[in-house]
């Protein structure tokens, strides 16, 4: 009978059914119950009328009947009218959901086989993947090709035509991020694992090559890896790791790493040059200029070295990484690599707002103010229960907490620490909420035991926590406990207290035990947990307490500390690395933007490196000095013009740009590039009269084809980290074999319309012929 009923519901294999419950969707019947009964009643009242009245049956019995019959069947088309719902859920056996990422970008198509390797495989005249994992891994498979946007970077494809799908066509390979995303495509499914077929050359970043840097999410789902293509060619490049940001004047490090395949004991002579790419006047960019030159012995497949830079002029400065060819090198186009820096003249800016002092926002003031991109410029605070007289003879304390827009907007980073509900004041809340999402701020929020994060609630800033909070919060302080820190705190710098393994153990384990935290309802479905309490839950029962979470938001980031205790990190180690948690996250958050008032002038194209035939996109945000939108009436003729320098035969030609506004303050320009060499625009902020120039470099030559070895480094740490294994494509059957996937119970839902099935229809015409039939034998008309 279950199976019956789980048949009529659109179950498969049920182990059980729930719950079932019938709704009407029609508005007039889902309002009006009172209608649908009320007009049934009508009717039985009718059928019983006509057939005690106005129908010659023979018997009493045959009047019963046939009333009950019609009555029936008018009540049912009436029900069909109201448009009955049957929801229902039951625990089903599902087999395994299987996803397939396929590589469909260019780097398929190089002379090694790759491509006709990868089609082979899902060929009907070869190996059937697609076939042995439904039927001999009893899965369920979908398949995504990899697209070159990295915001959308999956296409869903037919499984059963994969072959003819594959174009190796893709311009960049963003496969961390669609390794990242793969989650949000299954929605209310669980998906059982991933089998990603790629060279693993991730082009969709300057640092994705880095394996130590994998950045996937901890969901428990095993990716398994099969790499496509040669391993080892003689070939040598070279890639330049620094910080996005630097100060003016001070001494920073730039990191670089060379790849080579066959080339061990030769010499490779490496030079780093760099140039400024903004200007103040409107010259030209300057020439490159030495930084260092230096020969390097090549005795193993990956090597670095450091180079100290102390950048001269401000604004935004390119570096170039150049390795002079080698005899019998395959490739030259990957013997140059490119970084761009921004140098920052002035500081960061730190706001600290809290209702009272304590111990964290006295030793955080302490530290920030000694770091070198803030210093004590930098650090500004605001006290609710400080006098009038303090905040107007300190110079480290703001008059007020909503400070005007030409300040409020020109910091970088902002602390809210505990307060009650009243401080927190609704223009308080717009101005933090569009610091945060229009203009990229960072907003670390530092729970404290006296109020706590519920004050927040019912303000706009609770939904730009990581957290969620519940209608009541409680500090809990009954137990003291240790801080465990999850998975995913090793993607995050500031989260890593010291560069060997055991040394960041003994400094977060100088915490010692935590006497209190602030608990929430749950987790964002946005946020990363980056440590959580070792035995107490959320609401839903299975989720543990976050206690440092970060989440996305807009433009910006938002930090939650669910206790202000971080500084007992200095009871033995003075200000070591608690000076190294707050600087790495300041950093984090506050110069992943234009720093202060660059806020105000943000121009700059969609992406640095382009092929030839592309389109750039060139935009800019301007504000004016009270950080709103740029009017038509501050702008010359009523938009916004520069100069675009592009290349052709003849050299260098200069044209006019005109950048058009596609919402109030957003002005943008599409340039194409129809040919390979360095394309410039300069332009001026109308308000402040500075010029600024920005630069891109096209190649007629893909990044996809610069790099055809196969990186199996990040194929490795993508399986390892995930918890799935490695595998050549010639070994793609033992995959097969090895991939143990059990079908699992989990709860499914369904939503019928009640007339739209065969029961339903069958039963209408039942009553129809039924009546008929015995009106017939009775001779009634």
């Excluded at 129908?55 to 009493?60: A, L, T, Y």
């Excluded at 303090?390 to 703001?398: A, H, K, P, S």
């Excluded at 989440?551 to 206790?563: D, L, M, W």
């Amino acid at each position: 009978m279950t199976q019956y009923i789980a048949w009529l519901l659109g179950f498969e294999n049920v182990r059980s059914i729930d719950a079932i419950h019938v709704t009407l969707a029609a508005p007039w019947a889902g309002e009006h119950l009172w209608a649908v009964i009320g007009t049934c009643v009508i009717a039985i009242g009718g059928v019983v009328t006509f057939y005690r009245h106005f129908e010659n049956c023979k018997s009493r019995a045959l009047r019963v009947t046939l009333a009950t019959l019609r009555a029936a069947l008018l009540c049912l088309l009436l029900l069909t009218l109201a448009a009955p719902l049957v929801h229902s859920s039951a625990t089903v056996l599902r087999r395994p959901l299987v996803y397939l990422v396929l590589d469909d970008s260019e780097s398929m198509s190089v002379a090694d086989g790759r491509s006709d390797q990868l089609q082979r495989v899902f060929s009907d005249q070869g190996g059937r993947f697609i076939q042995h994992l439904e039927v001999e891994a009893k899965c369920r498979v979908e398949a995504f090709r990899l697209r070159s946007d990295a915001a959308n970077s999956l296409a869903k494809i037919d499984r059963h035509a994969i072959t003819s799908k594959l174009k190796a066509d893709g311009k960049t390979t963003p496969l961390l991020a669609a390794l990242t995303a793969l989650p949000k495509q299954a929605r209310s499914e669980r998906v059982a694992a991933v089998i990603a077929f790629s060279d693993f050359n991730d082009t969709s970043g300057n640092e994705a090559q880095d394996a130590s840097r994998v950045t996937l999410p901890s969901n428990g789902i095993p990716i398994h890896t099969v790499g496509l293509g040669a391993t080892s060619l003689i070939d040598i490049s070279v890639e330049l790791r620094t910080e996005a940001k630097v100060k003016l004047g001070e001494p920073t490090t730039v990191t670089v790493e060379l790849q080579q395949s066959g080339l061990d004991q030769a010499l490779a002579t490496v030079s780093i040059e760099a140039r400024a790419l903004d200007t103040e006047s409107g010259d030209a960019q300057q020439s490159l200029r030495l930084i260092t030159e230096r020969t390097v012995t090549l005795d193993t497949t990956s090597s670095a070295f450091d180079v100290s830079f102390t950048p001269e002029s401000a604004g935004l400065i390119e570096l170039v990484a150049r390795v002079a060819p080698i005899r019998d090198e395959t490739l030259l186009d990957n013997n140059v690599a490119t970084r761009r820096v921004g140098v920052i003249e002035d500081y960061l800016r730190i706001n600290y707002v809290d209702y009272e002092p304590n111990w964290e926002w006295r030793f955080v003031k302490e530290v920030i103010g000694r770091d070198k991109l803030v210093g004590r410029e930098g650090f500004r605070t605001y006290l609710a229960s400080s006098s009038t007289s303090v905040r107007l003879q300190n110079e480290l304390f703001n008059k007020e907490l909503v400070q005007p827009r030409s300040e409020f907007y020109a910091n970088d980073v902002l602390f809210l620490g505990d307060g009650p509900r009243e401080m927190f004041t609704p223009k308080f809340c717009e101005l933090t909420e569009e610091f945060v999402s229009r203009f990229g701020g960072g907003l670390i929020v530092v729970a404290g035991p006296r109020f706590g994060p519920h004050e927040l609630a019912d303000t706009p800033l609770a939904k730009m926590l990581p957290v969620l909070l519940g209608d009541e919060g409680r500090l809990r302080d009954q137990a003291e406990f240790s801080l465990r820190r999850t998975k995913e705190a090793v993607l995050y710098p500031f989260m890593q207290l010291a560069d060997s393994e055991a040394e960041d153990a003994a400094a977060w384990n100088n915490l010692e035990k935590l006497p209190w935290y602030q608990p929430v309802a749950g987790v964002h479905e946005l946020a990363r947990v980056l440590a959580e309490h070792p035995t107490d839950l959320c609401e839903d029962g299975k989720t543990p307490q976050p206690l440092i979470a970060i989440r996305p938001y807009g433009k910006g980031q938002v930090v939650y500390i669910g206790f202000n205790e971080m500084w007992r990190m200095r009871k033995r180690y003075g200000d070591r690395y608690y000076q190294r948690f707050w600087s790495q996250l300041i950093y984090r958050l506050g110069m992943s933007h234009a720093v202060g008032t660059e806020k105000q002038f943000v121009a700059g194209f969609d992406r640095f490196a382009y092929a030839v035939g592309d389109e750039a996109i060139f935009s800019v945000e301007a504000f004016d000095g009270d950080y709103q939108p740029l009017g038509m009436s501050q702008l010359k003729d009523g938009s916004l013009v520069g100069e675009l320098t592009v290349p052709s035969t003849e050299g260098e030609v200069v044209r006019k740009l005109s950048l058009s506004t596609t919402r109030p303050g957003h002005f943008e320009a599409a340039i194409p590039i129809p040919a390979a060499g360095r394309y410039t625009v300069r332009l001026t902020d109308p308000i402040t009269g500075r010029s600024y120039e920005r630069s891109c470099v096209a190649s007629s030559t893909s990044i996809e084809t610069n790099r055809v070895v196969r990186n199996s480094e990040l194929q490795e740490s993508i399986a390892t980290a995930t918890g799935g294994n490695a595998y050549d494509i010639s070994r793609v059957d033992d995959l097969i074999r090895e991939l143990n996937l059990e079908p699992t119970l989990e709860q499914d839902h369904r939503q019928v319309a009640l007339w739209n099935t065969p029961a339903w229809f069958l039963l209408v015409v039942g009553l129809m012929l039924s009546e008929w039939t015995i009106r017939k034998l009775a001779f009634l008309r």
